[in-house]
């Protein structure tokens, strides 16, 4: 390669207005499909008009090798231009056999080849999408049902194949690379330009969208490998095969030929014969990253307005500012005003008491006094005069207003009084004689300032 390119080929790509050198580059592709004959001046009006704004402000004097020359027009710019080019290789300036006065510009193959690959890089680079299966399967098709082209055909999908493996290949690995870098980006921006201008637009729609619509390898996988298959196993059509490489091919003995027809046979039989295992690994690829970039820009999104997403975005800057953290925290110091923050809520107004014992009181004597069964009778006969059957079930019915069923929190307890008739109507609502029933639900609830069971009083049919 570097006996045929000019020694200082590449050094253009490093200069400093390196940029604007690539765009004269690419006026000149534009040129070159215009015109089969282009003038140096036709060129350099090209590069003034297309550049104008590029050239303007521009000094063009980024290395010694050019002698010091009138900058001052844009046309004198476009002319230093083309010399720059010339110098390094990149087009060749010849005269007319007919008038040695008029300059010509010619554009050796090695540099078409790197400035369609410098513009492949490009935004502006209409990346069109060939249908290599398709075209596969028609150049194939076609030399069958015409009995005739044999060997183009075969050429034709060997190269095909070639290009659909190369795209695979691409495919997957750059789904891997965006995935990679999407995982080390914190910027939800930085995630969303990938996504879309890079994944969905260079790779998705590009080839993988293709793969599975109009130009559908499921839908032409058999028929190739089936159109393969038969002309490898037909006598007649390999000798037709033989017959047109040997034309095609002077230089080659027939057994090169045979291995060169073998091979491309296997190669593209082959290819289709994985492909579907490779478009499985794709599929899986593609999910996975897809559920993964969603996930992402998701805790981004949620992750940009909360506390813990400002502090992250704070340590990635100390991070990414080694040897000025000192700065950098003096800067978040004179900026930032942090505080202590509290809550008050009704649980946590009350302060339990530390109860102090002090060491010098002697110890509280316990008395304990043994009831008489006469006294435990006594206090249990008043809390029955006081809360007894009748003053249940009236309170109970009272709070159902006609209602059949009643639960605890339509009780309305205002009183300790409704409090001490509600638990005990609770504990006495298996017995025959009192009109009602309970059903208990899991849980506690709180009906103003007490906690009660979640219970319901069910008036029986009949009873009142």
């Not at 063009?60 to 004198?76: C, H, P």
């Not at 590009?206 to 196993?233: A, G």
């Not at 805790?299 to 000025?324: A, F, I, P």
Request: aromatic share 10%; glycine share 4%; hydrophobic share 35%.
């Amino acid at each position: 390669m570097f006996e045929t390119l000019p020694s200082n080929f590449f050094n253009l790509l490093v200069s400093k207005e390196r940029d604007i050198y690539i765009k004269a580059l690419f006026a000149i592709r534009k040129a070159m499909r215009q015109d089969l004959y282009l003038t140096r001046d036709d060129l350099a009006k090209r590069i003034a008009i297309s550049l104008e704004d590029d050239i303007k402000n521009a000094s063009l004097e980024d290395d010694g090798k050019f002698e010091s020359e009138d900058l001052s027009s844009i046309s004198n710019k476009a002319l230093y231009i083309i010399r720059k080019l010339r110098d390094y290789g990149w087009i060749n300036i010849d005269f007319n056999a007919k008038n040695s006065f008029e300059e010509y510009v010619a554009v050796p193959s090695y540099s078409t080849q790197a400035i369609n690959f410098l513009y492949g890089l490009t935004n502006d680079a209409e990346q069109e999408y060939n249908s290599l299966v398709y075209s596969t399967y028609a150049a194939l098709k076609m030399a069958d049902s015409d009995n005739n082209d044999y060997y183009d055909a075969l050429m034709s999908a060997y190269k095909n194949t070639d290009k659909i493996n190369e795209t695979l290949a691409n495919l997957y690995y750059g789904i891997r690379s965006i995935e990679q870098r999407i995982a080390e980006h914190i910027e939800i921006n930085d995630v969303v330009s990938i996504h879309f201008n890079e994944y969905l637009s260079k790779l998705h729609d590009q080839y993988y969208h293709p793969y599975k619509t109009f130009d559908s390898i499921e839908r032409f996988r058999n028929p190739i490998m089936k159109l393969i298959r038969n002309w490898r196993n037909n006598a007649t059509i390999r000798k037709k095969l033989l017959q047109s490489a040997k034309e095609k091919n002077p230089n080659k003995k027939g057994d090169a030929l045979y291995e060169m027809i073998t091979h491309m046979f296997d190669y593209v039989y082959q290819a289709y014969d994985d492909i579907e295992d490779k478009m499985d690994i794709i599929d899986k690829k593609i999910n996975d990253y897809t559920s993964a970039t969603i996930d992402k820009m998701k805790h981004l999104v949620n992750m940009d307005e909360s506390y813990k997403g400002k502090l992250m975005s704070l340590v990635k800057t100390l991070n990414d500012n080694k040897g000025h953290e000192d700065e950098i925290c003096d800067m978040i110091v004179d900026s930032t005003i942090l505080q202590l923050q509290e809550y008050a809520s009704k649980e946590g107004l009350y302060s339990k008491r530390e109860v102090q014992i002090s060491p010098d009181l002697p110890p509280i004597e316990i008395i304990i006094e043994e009831k008489i069964g006469d006294d435990v009778d006594e206090i249990f006969d008043k809390i029955a005069q006081g809360y007894n059957t009748n003053k249940i079930k009236e309170f109970i019915l009272s709070r159902a207003e006609g209602r059949k069923e009643v639960s605890i929190q339509d009780i309305k307890i205002e009183t300790d009084e409704d409090f001490i008739l509600s638990i005990l109507a609770m504990l006495r609502g298996d017995e025959k004689e009192l009109p009602f029933k309970v059903e208990f639900d899991e849980g506690y609830l709180h009906v103003k300032n007490y906690l009660v069971p979640n219970i319901k009083f069910i008036v029986k049919e009949g009873k009142k």
